[in-house]
């Protein structure tokens, strides 16, 4: 569960982190970096907790539901008393003696169900609350599938175009190409772009339309890659650092560049709408708040490393919006092979998610508008939710392809949400819950070591001073272009 969460948080995110480092400054970013993990963290717990406390909620409904069935039982049976001490005989019998044991309180906070973030919404929050929580997943699922959208265009337009022409595989360079630049013969390099994209879309988007099963190997293999790939780049910018070819020279804080920094590192810690899935197959979670710290201070580290050694090892105005595309350049790495494989790993790895997260967010749509025992014409079923699920972020990564941006933005708006604002809502409402339904001196087993209400007050505000910070940052920044 551990190594999937790892996978999970260091995707697409951490790619895009050295260029917002380098624009924000190292001193800024490592301490922005440092206290959104231990945000990330906490409201990580809250989800656990949420988590427990629905699969109490749960279990009590069973439990009453039982003991209704039972009274029904007894109740029809009254005439004939043999009968009734026949069956209540047998009953007792069948029962296995360690559940009835087991039917106290002490392990009502045991997560044995999986209670996705959505189902736990619809317990927790009212009618305006889940309507909102799923106006949020989605929001941050469509820039989510438009940053992969425009992510493996961009790659295979930097490597294609680089190959040919006079240019020969010199994308790490400090050469800055525009859109218009010739890619190949009268073909600019946009039209490349577009060309890709919509490449892309025809190969890939075809999936939304149907389910996406037995993806296990195919997540298997792009671990794998990442991994590679990962640990590659963080090697070959020491090994340049070491030999004294390093070229950057970052400086230690820019204001101008904390907004782009913030939604990165807000999108690159993001796991709190998959710990369901994670923490749930867990056997033994006597621990594992202690477990999800020790990862969180891995990936801290990793992510620290990978962005120092970018910043050191290439100059500010060299990084590019996706940090595999600066190892393209023959002066960085000389074996050819590297530098294809590096340069088009975006390009496998995320056209194996592209698929599963489109799925996700169409089922997320069928869920919004669904009615109790209602069912959809087949029109709208199998066309019209795959539709809206696959034009808007086609049609956002074909008018933009800045993937800084992208990424900034979807975690500052909708990230914030998923990652602040609901996990704290859902440990508030469900604290309240559980003292309403098993009395106040219940203690939830998996109860977060930030259980004071402080903290979920200091989330929520935290969460809503970032989403007014960036919104003025983005007003103030338009209003001086």
């Avoid at 890659?225 to 400086?251: D, K, N, T, V, Y």
């Avoid at 809503?464 to 919104?471: D, G, H, N, W």
Wanted: net charge positive.
């Amino acid at each position: 569960g551990l190594v999937y969460m790892f996978n999970l948080i260091v995707g697409t995110g951490a790619l895009t982190m050295p260029k917002a480092f380098a624009t924000a400054g190292w001193l800024v970013s490592l301490v922005l970096l440092m206290f959104l993990g231990f945000m990330s963290y906490m409201t990580t717990t809250f989800v656990v907790e949420a988590m427990a406390a629905a699969n109490a909620q749960l279990r009590w409904k069973r439990m009453e539901k039982h003991k209704d069935d039972e009274d029904e039982d007894s109740s029809s049976g009254v005439s004939d008393s043999d009968v009734l001490l026949q069956d209540g005989y047998e009953r007792a019998e069948t029962r296995p003696i360690l559940s009835v044991q087991r039917r106290g309180s002490a392990n009502m906070f045991e997560i044995t169900e999986r209670v996705e973030m959505g189902q736990m919404a619809s317990m927790f929050f009212n009618k305006v609350g889940v309507n909102l929580f799923y106006f949020c997943i989605i929001i941050y699922l469509y820039g989510d599938l438009a940053i992969y959208a425009a992510a493996v265009p961009v790659s295979l337009m930097q490597v294609t175009c680089s190959v040919t022409g006079n240019h020969s595989c010199s994308v790490g360079d400090s050469t800055k190409y525009n859109d218009t630049d010739k890619c190949w013969g009268p073909v600019r390099r946009i039209d490349a772009y577009r060309l890709y994209l919509a490449a892309f879309t025809l190969l890939l988007g075809p999936f939304t339309f149907f389910n996406v099963q037995k993806t296990k190997y195919l997540q298997i293999m792009t671990s794998l890659m990442r991994w590679i790939a990962f640990i590659l780049m963080i090697i070959l910018a020491l090994i340049r650092i070491s030999r004294g070819q390093a070229e950057g020279h970052p400086s230690m804080a820019q204001l101008s560049g904390i907004r782009n920094l913030f939604g990165v590192c807000v999108y690159s810690f993001m796991c709190q709408h998959s710990l369901p899935s994670l923490i749930t197959p867990i056997s033994k979670k006597k621990h594992v708040n202690k477990l999800v710290l020790l990862d969180y201070i891995l990936i801290l580290a990793f992510y620290s490393l990978l962005s120092f050694t970018a910043i050191y090892c290439f100059r500010n105005n060299t990084l590019m919006d996706m940090y595999t595309l600066n190892f393209t350049n023959c002066e960085v790495i000389s074996v050819a092979f590297i530098r294809y494989f590096l340069g088009l790993f975006p390009v496998f790895t995320i056209s194996t998610n592209f698929p599963i997260i489109a799925v996700t967010l169409r089922n997320n749509w069928k869920t919004l508008f669904h009615r109790e025992g209602g069912t959809y014409p087949w029109v709208v079923d199998r066309i019209v939710f795959p539709a809206i699920t696959l034009i808007p972020p086609v049609l956002v990564a074909f008018c933009t392809h800045d993937l800084e941006s992208l990424v900034g933005i979807t975690g500052a708006y909708a990230g914030n949400g998923i990652q602040y604002l609901i996990p704290a809502f859902l440990a508030y409402c469900s604290r309240k819950d559980t003292q309403l339904v098993f009395g106040s001196g219940t203690v939830n087993k998996h109860l977060s070591p930030f259980r004071h209400s402080f903290w979920i007050v200091f989330v929520l505000i935290w969460g809503f001073s970032c989403f007014m910070f960036v919104t003025a940052n983005i007003v103030l920044s338009e209003s001086k272009l």
